[in-house]
């Protein structure tokens, strides 16, 4: 059975500091990871998609990495603002269905 | 191009009711799925629609169904809802169901009291 995890819960840092978030995933046979961004109440945003082939996708001030083998996934997000403050969520879409699972989410709080 | 549309945005029902979740999705995608999330909690999922069909379901009770459209659009029907059914909704579209990239709606947010 597939497992999502995100470590931290929660992180809060200092306007400008970089950061990376943590996701790991107990069954290596995904078909991609997708991180996505909730603010309080709303729908998900799609960040970034990265297929199970691939290695690191990138946009703008955020990267994201996967490593199938070991079952991990960062995304990194350079030069913090306060408007990156949000809860970051990673899910892979794995099984036979290609359902999204779900990580509990990392609450971003960036201080001015 | 539009995105993924939900309605209603917010929704209160008394605990036995039956409520109804639409859910337009994005142009040209053929695949709607539905998920829960609870507060605090990463969504959890319901079940989805692949041209019409239903190809996969989570750990929900039958009380929870739906249907897709010829026009893609789906729904979601919740019959004697119970305290616990109070969560937000979410629904997203892809084209197929495998390898590619999922778009949310900005979800319905549904109270039981």
């Known amino acids: 059975k597939q497992e999502v995890t995100q470590i931290p819960a929660a992180l809060s840092v200092p306007e400008g500091e970089n950061l990376v978030l943590n996701c790991s995933f107990t069954?290596?046979?995904?078909?991609?990871l997708q991180w996505f961004r909730q603010d309080p109440g709303k729908g998900l945003t799609s960040l970034l998609l990265i297929q199970s082939s691939q290695r690191e996708q990138t946009s703008g001030r955020l990267n994201a990495s996967l490593d199938k083998s070991s079952g991990r996934s960062t995304l990194y997000i350079a030069a913090s603002q306060p408007g990156d403050s949000a809860t970051y969520l990673c899910a892979v879409r794995s099984g036979n269905t290609g359902k999204l699972i779900f990580g509990q989410g990392t609450t971003l709080q960036v201080k001015p | 191009e539009t995105g993924v549309t939900q309605s209603p945005t917010h929704l209160i029902k008394t605990r036995g009711q039956q409520v109804t979740l639409r859910c337009s999705s994005q142009?040209?995608?053929?695949?709607v799925s539905w998920y829960q999330q609870a507060l605090g909690q990463g969504p959890q999922f319901i079940f989805q629609?692949?041209?019409?069909?239903?190809?996969g379901r989570g750990n929900f009770p039958p009380r929870f169904s739906g249907l897709q459209f010829p026009n893609y659009s789906s729904e979601l029907n919740v019959n004697a809802l119970e305290l616990d059914d109070s969560a937000l909704y979410l629904c997203a579209s892809s084209l197929g169901h495998l390898n590619t990239e999922a778009f949310f709606g900005q979800g319905t947010r549904l109270t039981v009291v």
């Open positions: 142009s040209g995608h053929n695949t």
């Open positions: 069954d290596s046979a995904i078909y991609n």
């Open positions: 629609y692949y041209r019409e069909e239903e190809n």
